[in-house]
């Protein structure tokens, strides 16, 4: 299976927060999404999910048009998300806040869902000892791995990540590095994920987009990206970029 995404955009009034930018990702791959704060790739997910409408361009699952059709109908297709601000029930506890979603999965993808079961979803993701405790007493970094559950919990063909690291240590990170290869060989769900750690998505993605103010200005596997130059300069700036050059030439 496929999810597509051909051209969209995005405006808020006279501004383009997004504008004609194209990517895909299959079934059992794990692509990244990276680029500056404010260049546009919250909103390209947001839109991937139908939490906001594409103003133009489509999104297809398996070929079939899906843009605009809402987060509970996108859900229910099968492609199910994190957020940048955590979004879970501080007052349930871990397994309840999957619950939710595994419940409904139960209802509308019980094909997909299979013999999965909770206790399985919370020991794939290492959050089985916390299962009783309600969220609001989970370190951040626990947190991110309970609303990561609640997703797969959904039984989605696609799981959109945004920012999945943030609040994690170093160990923590090397951790859902692990989990994530692992989620994508059990469940074989493809996985698009926006992080700014770059050491992060280089080891767990098989091809990066970059944006910048709106626009892909890069693709390709990590190795590629490393020495792209228009890569460098959205991360380093012009400026530094023309120091660093400059630095080399006199010691060369």
């Avoid at 609640?150 to 692990?178: H, N, S, Y």
């Avoid at 990066?208 to 890569?231: N, T």
Wanted: proline letters at 4%.
């Amino acid at each position: 299976m496929k999810l597509a995404v051909s051209g969209i955009s995005k405006r808020f009034g006279g501004v383009t927060a997004v504008n004609e930018v194209s990517l895909e990702c299959s079934s059992g791959e794990i692509v990244g999404l990276i680029g500056p704060n404010g260049a546009g790739k919250t909103t390209l997910l947001n839109m991937i999910s139908s939490l906001l409408k594409v103003d133009s361009g489509t999104v297809t699952l398996d070929g079939v048009p899906v843009q605009n059709i809402g987060p509970r109908r996108m859900a229910l297709a099968g492609v199910a998300r994190t957020f940048q601000n955590i979004r879970l029930c501080p007052n349930l506890t871990v397994r309840q806040n999957i619950m939710v979603a595994f419940v409904t999965a139960q209802r509308h993808r019980r094909d997909r869902l299979g013999t999965m079961t909770i206790e399985q979803l919370m020991q794939q993701i290492g959050i089985s000892h916390q299962a009783e405790k309600k969220v609001s007493e989970l370190a951040y970094g626990t947190q991110r791995r309970v609303e990561i559950a609640r997703a797969l919990a959904l039984a989605p063909e696609f799981l959109l990540l945004d920012e999945p690291t943030a609040g994690m240590i170093e160990e923590e990170t090397q951790e859902l590095i692990d989990a994530l290869k692992d989620i994508r060989d059990w469940m074989g769900c493809g996985v698009i994920v926006i992080d700014h750690d770059l050491s992060f998505i280089s080891s767990v993605c098989k091809r990066i987009y970059v944006v910048d103010m709106g626009r892909l200005v890069a693709s390709g596997p990590p190795s590629v990206l490393r020495d792209d130059p228009k890569v460098a300069e959205i991360y380093l700036g012009r400026k530094a970029r023309d120091r660093a050059n400059a630095s080399a030439r006199s010691i060369a």
